[in-house]
């Protein structure tokens, strides 16, 4: 490593108040050409500030920035774009309404006489999604109608269209399937010959591991560490990632439960459009089901399924042995069925954001604690003063909004709030996404809890960890159908992973295409 | 997929509001007395680009996700001014021309800066500004009456060397010189990208508020238009709140009809003229069946409502529900 | 783990702050500034009949704003205002003309009328997803329309019933008119329904996020629904109020009314993207456009001039505090 090359964008002494929170303090980092540079942190360590400050979308309180030794200071996203600093941020930027073309040169479109030039634009889209390993999307094709993974792509595509020097990836690859990783990563690494500079944000240890050359560490709104990749082992990263000692993430393996008990929940031979097809299987009380293989395979359509939100099923829903009819969450969360949905995206489907902890905590629970449509306020603060302290949920108050809790205590809410129905079936759509590891570990251990209490979980999740640690028997879905169940010690990652790819490679490039 | 498959599917709205169209003055036609003749298309351009002007104009706000109801009052604003300004010598009359135009663009710069710089929801802004817009209307022809130059009237109502309606060609030409280009800029692209999702509008480096801006204003000038060609059809000016008040809901009629968007991103104004031309036929169409005069504005409330309602059809299609939400 | 229920004393401070947030403190501050520059022009403007005259004519205009407020609450709106106050106004003078049955069932008639309408609104933007705007104004036109053949296009010619009269003009406590009585119930339900039931904390749910309150189980399209036809139905009823205050209906008679309200219920504080505010800020957004109007009307301005100060005026206002965060601020 070239440790005496000046670095090509250099920042100290930064820091940022949110009200009264300081999400950077004294904040420096280098970054040099050629290289990539991973950023490591809990949520809520300030990285993400760190990044919207580089990229020119909120202004630092103090400090400087020094790219090429010239101080710089960005007052909007448009600034730091023209000094050649292109970031993908974690939430998508695209225009749902325009084209992946229109989205790609949203900044600066070839133009004739003044006007743009769509003809150019097609031209030149084509060659940078190529550039950017999705040569398969089409350029003229609405953003609104692509699949999450193939809309990160157009995104990456986008910040190179912009020729950047410095390129910033935000927690780029979340949403992403194992193989479009793998082009991604081949992409970088390309990125990273022709000399640019790339500074890299993920929670997944794996993908550093493999990509990075150097790695900052923040925490609490400072730079703890900077190290050469691979010079420690992932327990020490965690360790200066929390302060803390690490102790084993996962509570133990579940005892397998025997199968001959009338099922919780019973599903056969479920359908739903083209995406989900003749799906069967149960979930007894005490058992926590996962469901693995590439995102977007159907996993998440079957959560709503299962819930009442998607209309045309066909196929049959037994709770505890008896045929139901689910129309909707308001029927699933019935007492007869009891059924909760944490859903994908907490901050516009789990929350109201601007409204008060305790508001969002007993919203879904307020049959329970109302008479005639009456709310009984004794009823409704027992019930939360419990929820938060089972969940260890940190706020100042329970009249601050939601919105000003960190991601991990905003999750926290949004499965609070479910279990104050005394749910018997609990369904999770990827809760873990963007957490930090605390919270995680929290998460794990409220899971095993609530399946020893006898609830029955399904729980889909894109971290493989999860599935093996987490679960009694794992549902591989491709394409809309369960094609291979793993169960007890057979859900391994080598199981989860081959099953996931196994039907080849054509097919599986198919499915997540513009098609 | 082919390209033309995905442009189809880009101007879909503008598509159906064409083939709409195409079918309902097709029976107004076959209908009426005088049958297809030049006379019976130029009356009916002529009533239809007053309110393909307004719907113009509110395409261009809606696009961006915002809404103008004082459009209308900008209508009868510049409808009194002009009764004022466009007449006597040619010179006069085009300096009438130029001054009730910037009289339009100016209130929709008003507009504008009042919605983005001053950070008010449009409704509840355009509301109070077209009370002020239309206040002033008062003042400028508590009666009606006033004047037109003519000459300029008649020419810009009557046939183009005896072929076309002049009035569909000076629509052409706003589209030509205003629509077109606008689409087609950086601005209009920036228009469509803040209407159809600000914040990644914002990531992405958009001039979010100049194409605000842009959109309010030029949505003045086209109502501005729209006011200067009501002064060519009835030789005169009048402080109508009711005529403001319908021209707003027509407009929004009109755009909905034209397949844009109410929530932003999608549509044009291409569709938004056609959505004019529909609604105004639906009127012609009633006239020519002789319905009672008394049922009109029942009538014609039923088609709107119906309208509206005809966009619940793409529900059935929804089969998650969380995307009846946006 | 840290304390997370508030302290016993800081409660009650909290509640507090939560209903007197400071745009509320700063529409009655401009309440009291308006009355005292009123006093300056006439000493009559601080003298206890002034004030409960305007307090009856606000009651009309509150009693059409607590419907506006809630739907704005949902983040809708409700553009059918006018006419649905013409609606009960003549609907209920006309089934007044039938004798003592029809007397006795003018208002409730005249009120079931707004909430059919205000249910129609309610299925299109609930079930039909019709943005709220749209389909109230077309239902509006529609109503309009409807109003028009009835009357024939002439202004109506039935007279209030005498228990209309006696609800918009008459007395029950001395010198309090009964309108102001009748705002005042209403006034105090909304209160008890937006703060203390599941239906209320429904609204506030479903104006931040519909797809949360949808997928936490809530009834959200019936929530809707039935938000909207409560809107209606206070419309009307404040037509019948307005009918017995001047004895008969008229054609748009509810035409000064619907920019008002809406101006009342955001200059109270009530954001218009929906979910916040609350229903004290109303009624002194309520006062204040009253306030204003009387002000106007007595400085004898025309109505050229008085639309344009209206429209400044409020405009000022909600530069002065009604702001809303755009998205990329926050």
Redesign the interface.
Known sequence: MEALATPLFRMEGISKRYGGVNALTDASLAVEAGHIHAILGENGAGKSTLIKIIAGVIAADSGRMMLDEREVTFASPAQASRAGIACVFQELSLIPDLTVADNIFIGDPPRRFGLIDRRAQRRMADAVLARAGAADIHPMAQVRDLPLSRRQLVEIAKALARNPRILILDEATSALTQGDVTKVFDVLKRLRKEGLALLYISHRMQEIAKLADICTVFRNGRNVATYEAGTKSDNEVVELMIGREYRHVFPPKPAPIPAERVPVLEVTGLSWSDRLRDISFSVQAGEVVGLGGLDGQGQRELLLALFGVLRGVTGELRIDGNKVAVAGPGDAKAPQIGMALIPEDRKTEGLMLPMSVRDNLSFAALQRISRAGMIDFAAERRLIAEMISLLAIRSSSNDEPVSALSGGNQQKVVIAKWLMVTPRIILLNDPTRGIDVGTKQELYGLLRRLAESGVAIVFYSTDYDELINCCNRVLVLFDGSVIRELEGDGITDRALVASALSIGANDAAKTGGAS | ?K?WR??I??QRGTLIAMALFVVMFTIYVTNHPAGFTLNVVTTASNKGVLLAFVAMAQTLVVVTAG?DLSLGMIFVLTNCLASWLVAGSPLETAFGVVAVLAAGLACGMVNGL?VIY????P???T??????Y???A??LR?VPGGEVNQDLADALTGKLFDRVPASLVALLAVVLLIWI?FR???TG?AA??T??????????????RRARFVAYSLAGLLAGIGGLFLTFFTYSGEASAANGNTYT?YS??AV?LGGV???G??GSAIGAIFGAFVFRTIGDLLFVFDLEP?????????V??L???L??FR?LQ?????D??G | METNDAQPAARPLIVLTRWFDPSVAIAFGCIVVLLLLGSLYSPSFLSPEYLLQQLKVASFLGVIATGMMLVILLGQIDLSVPWVVALGGMMSSAIAAWGPVGEALAIPFGIGCGIGIGLLNGIGVAYLRIPSMIITLAMNAVVQGLMVVHTGGFSPQDSASAAMRFLATGFIIPNVPNSVLVWAVIGGLTIFVLTRTTFGRAIYAIGNSERAAYLSGAPTQRVVMATFAISGGLSAFAGVLLAGYASKAAQAMGDPYLLPAIAAVVLGGTSILGGRGTYLGTVAGVILITLLQSILSVMQIAEAGRQIIYGVVIIAMMLLYGRERSASNR
């Open positions: 997929m390209d995905f442009l599917r880009e809404i009042i001053g950070r008010l929801q409704i509840v802004t509301i109070a500004t077209g009370a002020i239309f206040g002033i008062l003042l508590p280009p087609r800029s950086l692209r469509y990208a209407g159809s999702s600000e914040a990644a509008a914002y990531m992405s480096g958009v001039p979010i809901l929004i009629a909905v968007s109410l929530f991103g999608v008394l049922w009109q504005p029942l009538f014609q409330g039923m709107l409502l309208a509206v309602c966009g619940a529900l929804i089969r998650n529900r969380l009846y939400f």
